[in-house]
């Protein structure tokens, strides 16, 4: 098969060197008709493979319906498809999936905010670090403003109520203003029971 490269290589040896096809292909050990057949292209044009007939396509009416259904993956299809008739391999299985699932749904909602309207909080862990002979858990209280994604961090060594509510007003103080609302993620300290 001839590359690029080849191609070159044999309009190179006909143009600059003034080889003639027989000895083009002499020297390359290539058939002089495929010579003579590639300096008759002006350009490059990469050989189209054959698309024949595929052992998957009586199946892949099948494949779309479970695929409608549920969201199968390729190994779960494979047996029900064997039961089927379907003895192909799993690659072009795979490949085929690949191209016609459906496209998910995105996972999460996009939020819009304005600015100053409002915040995210949570706490996070950070290991331990000693204090006197023992040691303890570093937590971290997190702020983000929604609007431009300003954050502010402050470590303590609980996530008590305390805590949270000087943490709360250490991010106001910083941030220079209180935003209209503040979203908690599920911390015990803000969350009793969910409904």
């Known amino acids: 098969m001839i590359d690029y490269q080849l191609y070159h290589q044999i309009h190179q040896l006909h143009t600059a060197d003034k080889l003639k096809p027989a000895q083009i292909a002499q020297a390359l050990k290539l058939n002089e008709k495929t010579v003579a057949r590639w300096l008759a292209c002006a350009h490059y044009q990469p050989r189209q493979p054959a698309k ?3 052992q998957l396509d009586p199946h892949k009416g099948t494949i779309i ?5 549920h969201s199968y993956s390729s190994a779960q299809l494979l047996p029900r498809l064997r039961e089927q008739g379907y003895t192909g391999g799993y690659t072009i ?10 496209a998910p749904a995105p996972a999460f909602l996009t939020l819009q905010f304005a600015p100053g309207e409002c915040a995210q909080v ?11 002979n023992t ?3 570093l937590h971290f209280f997190i702020m983000v403003l929604c609007y431009s994604r300003q954050m502010f ?3 303590t060594l609980s996530e008590s109520l305390e805590h949270f509510l000087a943490c709360h007003q250490h991010a106001f103080e910083y941030f220079n203003g209180v935003p209209a609302g503040v979203m908690v993620d599920n911390c015990k300290a803000a969350v009793l029971r969910h409904p």
């Open 52 to 54: 024949g007939a595929s």
């Open 65 to 69: 319906r479970l695929l409608e259904t």
């Open 93 to 102: 299985l795979k490949e085929f999936v690949r191209q016609v699932r459906p």
């Open 122 to 132: 949570d706490w996070a862990q950070a290991g331990e670090v000693t204090v006197g």
């Open 135 to 137: 040691r303890r858990r």
């Open 153 to 155: 961090v402050e470590f």
